[in-house]
């Protein structure tokens, strides 16, 4: 199994649905984040946490909510999808020392 | 202007080439610099991590950081097909809340 898992992998969705996507990790990582990645402006950091009690917005939060179910779960959801969402989503991992983040595979979201 | 800049490509070289990337930044309080490797349809993965300036060595890579002039690169030697990827720079100020440039797509081709 991947150290960081992602579903799901596609999802096709409808604007103003609203949308989660799920994130499991077995690193035994307490930190975990949520990123997007858009052509030509790489990964953005949509919200972090560093335990369960622990949430934090990034430079993009607007329009998304997370929630910290356990150490190793993180979900990030879209109450409203609008069609600018549409992007790979990546969840990441961390232990704060220099080995750096461990990435999902991604979920690529489409909204229409 | 973009805290990490880095140019998209895409970059196309021949089997057993020289590769140099790059990336430049604005924010002089990064310490941590980070390059990763990302295959098509998969996620990043961490190739090289540098904590201030300086060089590092890893088999055909060397990354290198000049925090005088905010720039940082990443060599590859010998380049191999397997080297096709888009390579993504990374920095941060305390190891956490990473900034990412945009990617440069590579092609090596045999």
């Known amino acids: 199994d991947a150290d960081v898992t992602q579903t799901p992998r596609n999802r096709i969705t409808k604007t103003g649905k609203r949308i989660m996507l799920e994130c499991s990790q077995t690193?035994?990582?307490?930190?975990m984040y949520w990123y997007r990645q858009d052509p030509g402006l790489g990964l953005r950091l949509i919200y972090y946490?560093?335990?369960?009690?622990?949430?934090n917005k990034g430079e993009i939060s607007d329009g998304y909510s997370v929630s910290r179910q356990a150490q190793a779960k993180f979900s990030l959801s879209l109450e409203s999808a609008i069609p600018n969402q549409t992007a790979l989503y990546f969840c990441?991992?961390?232990?704060?020392?220099?080995?750096?983040?461990?990435f999902g595979s991604g979920t690529r979201l489409t909204v229409v | 202007q973009k805290e990490v800049e880095q140019d998209p490509g895409p970059l196309s070289v021949p089997e057993g080439a020289i590769v140099s990337l790059n990336c430049t930044y604005s924010?002089?309080?990064?310490?941590?610099f980070m390059w990763y490797r990302q295959y098509s349809r998969k996620g990043p993965e961490l190739l090289m991590y540098?904590?201030?300036?300086g060089n590092k060595e890893d088999g055909r890579f060397t990354a290198q950081v000049d925090k005088s002039s905010k720039y940082i690169s990443l060599f590859i030697r010998d380049s191999q097909p397997s080297d096709s990827a888009t390579y993504l720079c990374?920095?941060?100020?305390?190891?956490?809340?990473?900034?990412f440039g945009a990617g440069t797509r590579l092609t090596v081709k045999p």
């Open positions: 924010n002089s309080a990064f310490q941590y």
């Open positions: 946490s560093f335990d369960v009690k622990d949430i």
């Open positions: 690193k035994g990582h307490d930190r």
């Open positions: 540098t904590y201030s300036s």
């Open positions: 990374a920095m941060s100020l305390d190891n956490n809340d990473m900034r």
């Open positions: 990441a991992t961390s232990d704060g020392l220099r080995d750096g983040y461990t």
